[in-house]
């Protein structure tokens, strides 16, 4: 089938065309227009800024993702758009022109959780691949700007949260520490590029800093108390603020606090749930630290548990993601959903993931 994905719930308006038939994932056109630039100054996303480009962006991003695909709209067997969490300003563009295409094309139309999107990144078929080899059950690390998760699935569309973030998400660490270092918007890939600059022992740096919560007994994070120690550090040193080698050591050491924790609350959570993919999306997951580190701390503890991450471009927001969801949505819901019309999509910025 072929599936039409929308995904507006955040600052990238994105449009994608995936081919899907017997679990292959094929992505024909994956289009994504990014507003991080014009965030940019204000130091994050301004959700009604964000709503006024999507809705600049909507159509020509959808026109294009069209064209090169080389599809007619004829072709289209489904319609799929983020439906939450999000920014409700920013959601309500794709919703709309989801329900309006639905509307004027007679095709059925389905809302998807964005989680549920970048989680199901993980099921696009790389292009030397025939299916996906992911086997159930799945432990799936989340972390993006808004959220930071373990979720373990025992089969499609079933999620159980084993651990979330108490206050700031690892993405939104990374941002708010940038913003402390006046390095710009969005963090994670200006910091992630500083700190591969660092390859040994700090020359400035005398002090390291905390990894939150790595030695609680539970499989939850809290960055919020790492982001005010940067500050701290900074305060400390603020005549080195100046000084690029002292900004990046400060990059580094943040970095390898929030990936110590990420990797030991992952592999914890393996210990106790024991699934045979261990996988890792959202924004953050795009940091090639991370995967490493990951990659190597499962391949060492679990050597016969599948590691998987999505490529970096469907591991930042995309559409490609969405369609892909919206397949196995279609494949694997009992209970379709009202016939899948676009009159029951809802744009819900609180929805959560166990709870469809
Ligand atoms: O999934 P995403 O694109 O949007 C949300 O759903 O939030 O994630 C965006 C987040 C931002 O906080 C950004 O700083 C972070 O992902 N990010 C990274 C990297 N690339 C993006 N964090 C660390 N390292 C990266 N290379
Ligand atoms: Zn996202």
């Known amino acids: 089938m072929i599936i039409l994905g929308i995904e507006t719930s955040c600052d990238e308006t994105a449009a994608s065309i995936v081919s899907a038939e017997k679990d292959k994932i094929a992505v024909v056109s994956n289009i994504v227009s990014s507003q991080v630039r014009l965030h940019a100054k204000w130091g994050g996303v301004v959700p009604n800024l964000a709503a006024r480009e999507?809705?600049?962006?909507?159509?020509?991003?959808?026109?294009?993702?069209?064209?090169?695909?080389?599809?007619?709209?004829?072709?289209?067997?489904?319609?799929?758009?983020?439906?939450?969490?999000?920014?409700?300003?920013?959601?309500?563009?794709?919703v709309n022109a989801a329900k309006t295409l639905g509307y004027l094309w007679?095709?059925?139309?389905?809302?998807?959780?964005?989680?549920?999107?970048?989680?199901?990144?993980?099921?696009?078929?790389?292009?030397?691949?025939?299916?996906?080899?992911?086997?159930?059950?799945?432990?799936?690390?989340?972390?993006?700007?808004?959220?930071?998760?373990?979720?373990?699935?025992k089969k499609h569309l079933h999620y159980q949260i084993v651990g979330e973030t108490l206050d700031d998400a690892a993405g939104e660490a990374f941002d708010k520490v940038a913003r402390i270092l006046g390095l710009g918007y969005p963090g994670g890939p200006i910091i992630s590029k500083l700190a591969s600059?660092?390859?040994?022992?700090?020359?400035?740096?005398?002090?390291?800093?905390?990894?939150?919560?790595?030695?609680?007994?539970?499989?939850?994070?809290?960055?919020?108390?790492?982001?005010?120690?940067?500050?701290?550090?900074?305060?400390?040193?603020?005549?080195?603020?100046?000084?690029?080698?002292?900004?990046?050591?400060?990059?580094?050491?943040?970095?390898?606090?929030?990936?110590?924790?990420?990797?030991?609350?992952?592999?914890?959570?393996?210990?106790?749930?024991?699934?045979?993919?261990?996988?890792?999306?959202g924004g953050v997951s795009a940091n090639s630290e991370l995967r490493k580190q990951l990659g190597e701390a499962v391949a060492k503890n679990f050597p016969r548990v599948k590691f998987r991450v999505p490529e970096a471009k469907y591991s930042i927001d995309n559409a490609s993601m969405i369609a892909a969801a919206a397949y196995y949505r279609m494949k694997y819901q009992r209970k379709k959903r009202d016939a899948h019309s676009w009159k029951k999509i809802q744009a819900d910025a609180n929805m959560r993931l166990d709870q469809q």
């Open 54 to 94: 999507h809705l600049k962006n909507i159509l020509p991003v959808i026109n294009k993702c069209l064209k090169e695909a080389k599809i007619d709209k004829e072709n289209i067997s489904l319609i799929a758009v983020t439906c939450g969490p999000g920014l409700i300003p920013a959601l309500l563009i794709g």
């Open 197 to 281: 600059k660092i390859p040994g022992n700090y020359k400035l740096l005398d002090a390291t800093l905390p990894r939150p919560k790595i030695k609680s007994n539970d499989l939850d994070f809290s960055f919020s108390g790492l982001k005010t120690a940067v500050l701290y550090m900074v305060k400390k040193n603020e005549k080195l603020l100046s000084n690029k080698r002292f900004v990046a050591e400060i990059s580094h050491e943040f970095q390898s606090s929030v990936i110590d924790v990420l990797v030991s609350k992952t592999i914890a959570a393996a210990k106790i749930y024991n699934p045979k993919t261990i996988c890792i999306s």
């Open 106 to 153: 007679q095709k059925p139309a389905i809302g998807i959780h964005h989680i549920e999107g970048h989680i199901y990144a993980n099921f696009i078929s790389a292009e030397s691949k025939k299916n996906n080899d992911l086997k159930f059950p799945i432990l799936s690390l989340v972390v993006s700007g808004g959220h930071t998760q373990l979720v373990l699935m």
